[in-house]
């Protein structure tokens, strides 16, 4: 209780020192930032530790931080001081707001952490990784931060969440296996205050009367339900699976539907809360794709409701409150704010050297938070300034020219800002990849975002009922050409790559038992047979488009196209529909061969702009339509509220063990360690206050107990999960890493010391494990190490040797 305290007093001070410095950078925004203050003070608090750490301006302890934290309440106070009564007057006109805000964070923040303390275990998945990170920059002697799982290695990974993690627990005093959950449960706090924020401003810019004041503060919760809670259609099928429903024997509803689990035969005993083991974990594996001769490959789809539930602090989740600030600055651009003008050899940029500047900052944080995520923020933020070209000069050839004027440069400022990160970071990630056999059924795509397309399509048909001004031809056009321009992209690289490069084509073929023109054909008919994904996507992106391409009035004075937010909220359906579509005839080529990492990304990213254009659709449905419309809509949106809830209700109340944890609750995962290990606890907790050094442990398979003594900690080994680190790293490590892995067995084995010692002086090893995992792991010869070093800690099965 005393670490989520001090948790939640530092954020809300840092959001409250912050504010100065967000109301006057948005001053577009209704809230003028104070919903996302904390998320923005976190940010940037961050980011000038991160960098005076790297250049050596600080150090990687309490000095540092609160050098770093200086800084930003200097900046803040700065804006304060000129803007003090101003301030103070906003603040006493949106004292309900501010109440709001704060009751929401706070509730979100603690109910999260109280549903952690339930099941607190970092096991399992990538929560061992995760917290491999966080101990590592915690206990980094300087920056970059030090790789736990490659001695001698910084961290080549999109890290920034994790920083900002470590900088938390090292300010409060609280251990990294209690830190991991209290960030997830920071992350989903500053993700529903986040969303509230934004669906905020924009109903705030509607300027009607019907959604002002208490009304639009209390819509705007509508934000985080959908974003959070709201779950994709899985859960509520898996309910009427469990209950017997639409089943019969041989071909059926299930069957057709073909999602794995479900198309089994349902139990015996009708059930309302399914009883599989970790029935919740389908939900994110609703897409399959299947090859040409049917052999089934899971695709990943998760979405913020099952993160939260598994658990795991992936960047993806980290990101989200961060991902929510940039559209709050893509919003306040979009809305008039950032105005000026910056005069660049090649031409002129519409807005001002501030704006500018944030937007890099914001762009690089993305990239270093999750780099997936720097292709939809830069196309958001880019767009948003095209739009605000397009409400002063309208449409034209012209506006390309401004795409391309503000975008490069941006992209270029952004990575100078986090420049160390660049240079360091280093991937397996290839070029772009065709996706000529895996198409989404349009069934899947039903199921997994059904929940999401519902009030977006009610929303668009309320548009068209009122007459809202469209250009049709635009839409149609554009639309198409970007389906013809993916089709022809995807022809384009299969035919280059068969000509230039037949040695990785061929064995594709092989495998499906087909050449290439008959490879080409069963493809193409696949793509027909699952037409209806993409007639969905089209009947979103085509109106999208149509309302954002909208011509000039007929009189010419003015450009039909304003800063209403529905504006805005159209161009989060059409990039969330190009995330969606994308995938189906491109991706981008990693070491898993085929398209399940670019869904997951892209489909994540997807989910949060359909999110809020459902959230703004409902909430603007529900205030504006009259009569009939008024109440088949009130029966649509509770139906996708049944459907949506379902899996949140049934499946966080699975996973918190009914919220009776047979050990009690508490946030700290080391409990468990020492519960179920208490001499390798014990071991832990002796190395965390010895000297630092390298340790050589157990390597093997990742998603096992390999790297446990690194992990907790906080001390590098030779080699972690090798699996991963050949995913981090280029190709070229991948003789490195397998040089380690027979390095590791050989000095375990031995029985010649000189061979053992040189390995040892190799990777300048300071303390050697021998526990269970070691033992069975390798044929371990612990002879030389009685002799030629000394034991300096021993309980039970585990040792540790000191090498002089």
């Known amino acids: 209780m005393t670490a989520f305290i001090s948790w939640y007093i530092l954020i809300t001070l840092l959001g ?89 964070f706070l509730i979100a923040f603690g109910l999260f952490a109280f549903f952690r303390a339930a099941n607190p275990e970092i096991v399992g998945t990538e929560k061992p990784m995760e917290l491999m990170f966080i101990n590592g920059i915690i206990n980094s002697p300087a920056f970059p931060p030090r790789d736990l799982w490659l001695s001698g290695y910084s961290i080549s990974y999109y890290y920034f969440g994790y920083v900002m993690t470590a900088m938390l627990a090292k300010f409060t005093g609280v251990p990294a296996t209690m830190a991991f959950n209290l960030m997830l449960s920071l992350i989903f706090g500053l993700s529903a205050v986040g969303a509230y924020g934004v669906l905020y401003n924009l109903l705030a810019a509607r300027q009607t009367p019907d959604l002002e004041g208490r009304s639009s503060i209390v819509t705007s919760l509508l934000a985080p339900l959908f974003l959070l809670i709201i779950s994709n259609a899985e859960g509520f099928l898996e309910v009427l699976h469990a209950r017997g429903w639409l089943w019969r024997d041989g071909q059926n509803f299930w069957t057709w539907l073909n999602i794995p689990e479900l198309r089994d035969a349902p139990p015996q005993t009708a059930q309302w809360i399914p009883d599989r083991y970790w029935w919740w974990w389908r939900a994110s594996r609703v897409v399959q794709d299947y090859d040409l001769l049917n052999n089934p490959l899971e695709a990943i789809d998760e979405f913020p409701a099952f993160s939260f539930l598994l658990g795991d602090l992936h960047p993806h989740v980290l990101a989200i409150p961060f991902f929510l600030l940039a559209i709050a600055f893509a919003l306040n651009l979009f809305l008039g704010g950032f105005r000026g003008k910056i005069d660049l050899y090649v031409g002129q940029l519409h807005i001002s050297n501030t704006g500018f500047l944030l937007a890099a900052f914001m762009l690089g944080g993305m990239a270093f938070l999750n780099t997936w995520d720097i292709l939809p923020v830069a196309a958001l933020v880019v767009f948003s300034y095209v739009l605000v070209r397009v409400r002063e000069a309208g449409w034209g050839r012209e506006r390309i020219e401004d795409a391309a004027l503000f975008g490069v ?5 952004a990575y100078i800002l ?26 899947h795509l039903w199921v997994m975002w059904g ?15 009122e007459r809202t001004p469209a250009n049709w031809h635009s839409g149609w056009l554009t639309a198409l050409g970007i389906v013809t321009l993916l089709l022809a992209m995807m022809l384009a690289i299969g035919i280059l790559a068969y000509r230039l490069r037949p040695e990785d084509i061929l064995p594709v073929l092989e495998r499906q038992q087909r050449d290439a023109n008959a490879f080409l054909a069963d493809s193409m008919l696949r793509r027909l047979a699952h037409i209806g994904s993409l007639i969905t996507l089209l009947a979103l992106l085509i109106p999208a488009l149509s309302f954002i391409f909208a011509r000039r009035s007929s009189s010419g004075e003015e450009p039909v196209f304003d800063a209403q937010p ?14 969606i579509l994308g995938p189906d005839f491109l991706y981008l080529q990693d070491n898993f061969g085929y398209r399940i990492n670019t869904i997951f990304k892209f489909y994540y990213q997807a989910w949060i702009f359909l999110s809020l254009a459902s959230a703004y659709g409902t909430a603007v449905l529900l205030k504006n339509l009259r009569g009939a419309a008024n109440s088949v809509f009130n029966v649509i949106f509770v139906v996708v509220l049944i459907v949506g809830l379902t899996y949140p209700v049934l499946g966080f109340y699975t996973k918190a063990n009914q919220f009776k944890p047979p050990f009690g609750f508490t946030l700290d995962d ?35 107990a390999v790297g446990r003594i690194s992990i907790y900690s906080g001390l590098p080994t030779i080699l972690g999960w090798g699996n991963h680190e050949g995913q981090w790293r280029s190709s070229d490590f991948q003789g490195l890493l397998n040089q380690r892995r027979q390095d590791i067995e050989i000095l375990y084995s031995t029985p010649d010391w000189q061979t053992a010692q040189a390995l040892l002086d190799q990777y300048n090893v300071r303390y050697v494990v021998v526990g269970n995992l070691e033992r069975s792991s390798y044929r371990v010869n612990e002879e030389k190490f009685t002799i030629f070093l000394s034991p300096v800690f021993q309980q039970g099965t585990i040792t540790i040797y000191e090498v002089p």
Do not use: C, K
Request: avoid cysteine; hydrophobic fraction near 55%.
């Open 418 to 443: 986090y420049l160390p990160f660049f240079i360091g970071f280093d991937s397996q990630a290839g070029g772009i990849v065709p996706n000529f056999m895996y198409v989404t059924r349009g069934a």
């Open 451 to 465: 929940v999401l397309f519902i009030p977006i399509f009610a929303l668009i048909v309320h548009l068209m009922r």
């Open 409 to 413: 440069p941006l992209v270029a400022a």
């Open 16 to 104: 409250w020192l912050t504010f100065p410095l967000a109301y006057r950078l948005f001053p577009s925004l209704a809230d003028r930032g104070y919903a996302l203050s904390r998320a923005f003070g976190l940010m940037l608090w961050g980011y000038v530790f991160w960098l005076f750490a790297n250049f050596g301006i600080a150090q990687n302890d309490m000095g540092g931080l609160l050098l770093g934290l200086m800084v930003v309440g200097g900046l803040s106070a700065w804006m304060f001081i000129n803007r003090r009564s101003e301030i103070g007057n906003w603040i006493g006109e949106n004292r309900r707001l501010i109440i709001t805000t704060e009751l929401l």
């Open 566 to 579: 529905t504006s805005f909220i159209l161009l989060f359906v059409a990039l969330g529909t190009l995330l």
């Open 670 to 704: 080391f409990d468990r360690v020492q519960r179920e290990n208490p001499g390798e606890a014990a071991a832990i907790r002796f190395l965390q206050s010895a000297p630092d050094g390298n340790i050589i442990e157990a390597t093997g398979n990742p998603y096992s």
